[in-house]
């Protein structure tokens, strides 16, 4: 198992497969980055989790459809999206622009789609309203 995000309120993780023995704990969402696309720029079709444990030094890459674990890696990707500050600035309603977790699911689902086809999409209206609450 790569490292996975068990609960995206508290920012717990479990690394069940990790070299030397299991681990988990907590890590900082803000070493949450997207992996690079060749030119430089940020490929948002996968997030990039570091294993925070000492030592360790484990990477697991989440694809925008999810992976082994469709709902955990599209709600990754759409906190992500929602929180991401270059995608901040560049998409929402208003001016300044509001951001509403509405868009940027609707943003990771278009990248859902062309990757893996409409009906890899799992996220649903009670999960947009569960994270909708982790990032407001």
């Known amino acids: 198992m790569s490292v996975k995000i068990t609960d995206f309120?508290?920012?717990?993780?479990?690394?069940?497969?990790?070299p030397g023995g299991s681990h988990g704990g907590t890590l900082d969402p803000a070493t949450l980055t997207y992996s690079q696309n060749m030119d430089g720029t940020d490929n948002l079709n996968i997030i990039v989790v570091p294993c925070?444990?000492?030592?360790?030094?484990?990477?697991?890459?989440?694809p925008s459809g999810g992976g082994s674990d469709a709902l955990l890696g599209?709600?990754?990707?759409?906190?992500?999206?929602?929180?991401?500050?270059?995608?901040?600035?560049?998409?929402?309603?208003?001016?300044?622009?509001?951001r509403v977790i509405a868009d940027s699911a609707d943003a990771v689902?278009?990248?859902?789609?062309a990757t893996d086809g409409e009906e890899r999409w799992v996220i649903d209206d009670a999960t947009l309203a569960h994270l909708e609450s982790l990032v407001t």
């Open 74 to 98: 599209q709600s990754l990707h759409v906190i992500m999206e929602h929180t991401s500050t270059p995608v901040a600035q560049t998409t929402g309603r208003g001016d300044p622009p509001v």
């Open 52 to 62: 925070p444990f000492d030592g360790c030094g484990s990477v697991s890459y989440w």
């Open 9 to 18: 309120e508290t920012w717990e993780y479990a690394h069940d497969d990790a």
């Open 109 to 113: 689902k278009q990248r859902v789609i």
